[in-house]
């Protein structure tokens, strides 16, 4: 445990990350209790269980980026880094997919906000293709290599690109709902908090634009670490879960 702890606490940046997901795991934790402590908003539990999902997954994406940022990273076999990567893409991948669950909540206009049968469909496939791809060995990533602290470079597989283009159609059908969102009066009398929604495209641009652009396809990984530190630090800077909840519902 003591050398876990003084190889976190060599970087700046793992700190950084440590200390942002334990702030995100924490309201998490406190916006679900509020949020279940409340019969009167028994609506707002079937909206919102998505969004304290996809919190939870950025808390441990966040984590699984941290390590990354630390001497562990050196200091364990490069198997230990590819294992941590195949599960931040996890982590990753669940927190769009539950963004997206999230988004299509709040546009329904079906009886308790259930969803279609299209959204239906595409929220189980993309979680069999996410789990799918990341634990299959070869498929997703191949190699990491290692120079130092924070600089690495990750091997895809030639199968990546099914988890990746799927995490692309994901993000674009959330912006879409979002949009809808935005225009339609009534589902937006439903969630009060906007700063939610500004989070959630906060996370998934510049996860797209720094993860997939920058580090899949021009292999520049030295910026990985800003998404998990930006993503979200602003929605749990302002919010309290007096400010989200519609009560009126």
Not at 76 to 89: E, H, K, P, Q, T
Not at 113 to 124: A, C, D, I, R, V
Not at 126 to 133: E, P
């Amino acid at each position: 445990m003591a050398d876990l702890y003084q190889a976190v606490t060599t970087n700046i940046i793992a700190i950084f990350l440590v200390a942002i997901s334990a702030v995100i795991a924490v309201w998490t934790g406190y916006f679900a209790r509020f949020l279940y402590s409340k019969p009167s908003l028994s609506h707002d539990k079937r909206i919102y269980f998505p969004y304290i999902i996809y919190t939870s997954f950025i808390s441990l994406w966040i984590l699984s980026n941290a390590y990354f940022q630390s001497s562990l990273l050196i200091e364990r076999s490069d198997m230990v880094a590819v294992n941590i990567a195949l599960a931040a893409n996890i982590f990753s991948g669940l927190a769009f997919i539950f963004a997206y669950l999230f988004s299509c909540r709040i546009t329904s206009i079906k009886e308790n906000f259930s969803l279609t049968y299209t959204q239906k469909f595409l929220l189980y496939t993309s979680i069999i293709i996410t789990l799918l791809t990341n634990i299959i060995p070869k498929i997703n990533i191949i190699s990491i290599d290692i120079k130092a602290i924070g600089v690495f470079s990750i091997n895809f597989g030639a199968l990546s690109f099914i988890f990746f283009g799927m995490l692309i159609i994901i993000l674009l059908l959330t912006i879409i709902n979002l949009l809808i969102l935005h225009k339609n009066n009534t589902c937006i009398n439903r969630v009060k908090a906007k700063y939610m929604i500004t989070g959630i495209i906060a996370f998934i641009s510049s996860t797209f634009l720094i993860h997939f652009i920058a580090a899949v396809i021009f292999h520049n990984f030295s910026a990985a670490w800003l998404p998990p530190a930006l993503s979200v630090i602003e929605v749990f800077l302002i919010a309290t879960p007096y400010s989200i909840v519609d009560s009126t519902l």
